[in-house]
């Protein structure tokens, strides 16, 4: 079974740019969730995508949106970049909504993103 | 707010030695999950705990989740360099927005 999938690994991106990345969940997966992490922030919750509804928000603002496809693939977007947004992006699926049961998160290799 | 602690952040230490590194919080988890990560990839689950008081082992890893189910520790007896990596627990809730409540991390450099 193919794990998650992550493109770009690796972007470079000018201050004021947008951006979207992209996660493939584990097949039959349906939540996707976001994470973003600096090593002086750890990491930080960004949103959960279940069923094409965005389910939970993490304290980011608006700049940081996402969406998730029917077939559950998700993408996340961040417009106007700031130097600060430098970070690895993190999409990890579950089979359920995160909280429900014995939830389980596997995660992406991550996108590293750079903003100069 | 940071609901998980780790400790330690960081340990260095010699291949062969032991070591444990705890994970507290003041909140209830109906489960604990401990993943490795390393440079440039993402987090590798390595165990999930479910039950106050559970012990799980997973070759020279030992996870042991709380009775009260609000913390956690790992022991890794026999540390070897391919240890080496950051440590993370992340405990389960279904309340709030953040369902799975990542730790600061524990940063592990085990040397030959």
């Known amino acids: 079974k193919a794990g998650v999938t992550q493109t770009p690994r690796y972007l470079i991106k000018t201050r004021g740019q947008q951006v979207t990345l992209s996660c493939s969940p584990i097949s039959g997966h349906r939540s996707v969730s976001w994470y973003q992490q600096t090593p002086g922030q750890g990491l930080q919750f960004l949103f959960e995508y279940f069923s094409e509804t965005q389910r939970n928000k993490g304290n980011f603002p608006g700049r940081f949106s996402g969406r998730q496809f029917s077939n559950s693939r998700s993408e996340m977007n961040v417009s106007t970049l700031e130097l600060g947004d430098s970070a690895l992006y993190l999409c990890?699926?579950?089979?359920?909504?995160?909280?429900?049961?014995?939830?389980?998160?596997?995660f992406g290799q991550g996108t590293r993103l750079t903003v100069v | 707010t940071q609901l998980l602690e780790q400790s330690p952040q960081f340990l260095s230490i010699q291949e062969g030695e032991n070591l444990t590194v705890y994970c507290n919080s003041s909140?209830?988890?109906?489960?604990l999950q401990w993943y490795r990560q390393e440079p440039g990839e993402g987090p590798v689950l390595l165990v999930t705990?479910?039950?106050?008081?559970e012990v799980k082992k997973l070759k020279r890893l030992t996870f042991q989740f709380g009775d009260a189910r609000k913390d956690s520790s790992l022991h890794i007896t026999a540390a070897q360099p391919g240890d080496t990596g950051l440590y993370l627990c992340a405990g389960a809730q279904n309340t709030g927005f953040q369902k799975l409540v990542f730790g600061t991390g524990t940063r592990l450099l085990v040397s030959p």
């Open positions: 705990v479910v039950t106050g008081g």
């Open positions: 909140s209830v988890f109906s489960s």
């Open positions: 990890a699926s579950s089979p359920v909504m995160l909280g429900q049961g014995n939830t389980e998160a596997f």
